[in-house]
T-cell receptor, first 112, second 111 residues
Framework: DTAVSQTPKYLVTQMGNDKSIKCEQN?????MYWYKQDSKKFLKIMFS???????INETVPNRFSPKSPDKAHLNLHINSLELGDSAVYFC???????????FGSGTRLTVV | GDSVTQMEGPVTLSEEAFLTINCTYTATGYPSLFWYVQYPGEGLQLLLKATKADDKGSNKGFEATYRKETTSFHLEKGSVQVSDSAVYFC??????????FGAGTILRVKS
């Protein structure tokens, strides 16, 4: 199946821990993104990579670090997790942004 | 900066009612406009798009027309079904830059 897949789907962890979310796309797209969706469903971009190069880095705490080993993968590592990091994180990819994005199904992160 | 404003929800309709969800945008130049839908527990899916003024995007009975004079891209459907219950997001992008989303509108359709 061609898609954007992210793992894990659910992640429950304690404050202060470090965790990673993985994303892979097999659509051949050059650009990948991480978005955060808060409890009110508001979506905000965090990062964007084009062919392994960081092109968008919004105002996100340094504790969040994206990593793109190749253009099909974009992982998100989060250090020292805080309660406010609880949200749904979506990975997406696009060939060009005016074609729209293909989204993964999301990772629901709960920090306790 | 670029922004998208959507009507606040939730919007509650009976099956077969007419749907309009308003969306207006602020952006310089000529953005591309999109509607995405998010069903419960799922990711976002592209519903329709329009890339230039007066274009009409359509899919699954939904339509939206890019109106540059009113900077709007309202979503419409003639007859909604219970299965259309979801969150609808209007979005724009400009010059290959990031996708900027509106706050989302929850639609609930009752049988």
């Amino acid at each position: 199946d061609t898609a954007v897949s992210q793992t894990p789907k659910y992640l429950v962890t304690q404050m202060g821990n470090d965790k990673s979310i993985k994303c892979e796309q097999n659509l051949g797209h050059d650009t990948m993104y991480w978005y955060k969706q808060d409890s009110k469903k508001f979506l905000k971009i965090m990062f964007s990579y084009n062919n392994k190069e960081l092109i968008i880095n919004e105002t996100v705490p340094n504790r969040f670090s994206p990593k793109s080993p190749d253009k099909a993968h974009l992982n998100l590592h989060i250090n020292s997790l805080e309660l406010g990091d609880s949200a749904v994180y979506f990975c997406a990819s696009s060939p060009r942004t005016d074609h729209g994005y293909t989204f993964g199904s999301g990772t629901r992160l709960t920090v306790v | 900066g670029d922004s998208v404003t959507q009507m606040e929800g939730p919007v509650t309709l009976s099956e077969e009612a007419f749907l309009t969800i308003n969306c207006t945008y602020t952006a310089t130049g000529y953005p591309s406009l999109f509607w995405y839908v998010q069903y419960p527990g799922e990711g976002l899916q592209l519903l329709l798009k329009a890339t230039k003024a007066d274009d009409k995007g359509s899919n699954k009975g939904f339509e939206a027309t890019y109106r540059k004079e009113t900077t709007s891209f309202h979503l419409e459907k003639g007859s909604v079904q219970v299965s259309d219950s979801a969150v609808y997001f209007c979005a724009l992008t400009r010059y290959g830059n990031k996708l900027v989303f509106g706050a989302g509108t929850i639609l609930r359709v009752k049988s």
